[in-house]
């Protein structure tokens, strides 16, 4: 058996199938804090964003891209990075704060929250994506795919994920029809169906067109019905959140 620096064990065929492939920092002598966010695209529920500073030497076989990850993965890491992190922090944005300011906007926002929150002081930051809102006079480098790239980065996108997706089992209690426990308020086809059925509550993002980017995708399928294998791509096609053109 094989003990990681952090005192966590790990088999050597592990090792072996999942080599720790991330780049610990990008500059060595800043104090670097990675960013990353959760639930920029969805129908519902907030944006969240975290900040992780990770000691230079951190590794973890199973630390990656948290959308690479499997649940169970993102949860057995998700207490690792809180323990072993030299600072961390979580916040969001909600749904009302996105429709007022647009989606780019209240990403950033989480992410100065964020920061704002942590109790060490980074140097330098590490965006993850191609746009970012200075924060302060810190100095920054934004990544595309950075999540899969530094190991701080995959950590935020990590707590990010978790918290938000905690988050939306908690407020699917209210509104089941909508079925965010699976789909986490991302607009699924059975999350569109149900939109078209119960219609919007009170967490769904109302600048998001939603309900006509719905019906478009309905008439759009009646028209194709010829063949049922037109179907699928017609209803994934549709339903893009307006503000979500102007992202990367």
Known sequence: MIISKQGYPYSALLLEQNPPLLLPFYHSKFIEAGLDEAGRGCFAGPVFAAAVILPKDFTH????????????????????????????????IDNDEIDEINILQASFKAMHLALNKLKSKPEYLLIDGNRFKKYKKLPHQC????????????????LAKTYRDQYMTKIHRKYKMYDWKSNKGYGTPDHRAAIEKHGLCEYHRKSFNILSASLFANAEAAE????LDALPSLMENVCVPQQELMTA
């Open 143 to 158: 990544i595309i795919k950075g999540d899969g790239l530094y190991t701080s980065i995959a950590a935020a996108s990590v």
């Open 61 to 92: 076989p199973l630390l990656n891209d948290s959308k690479q990850m499997t649940k169970e993965d993102r949860d057995i890491l998700r207490p690792i990075i809180e323990k072993e992190s030299i600072s961390y922090a979580v916040s969001r």
């Open 224 to 227: 194709a019905v010829d063949t």
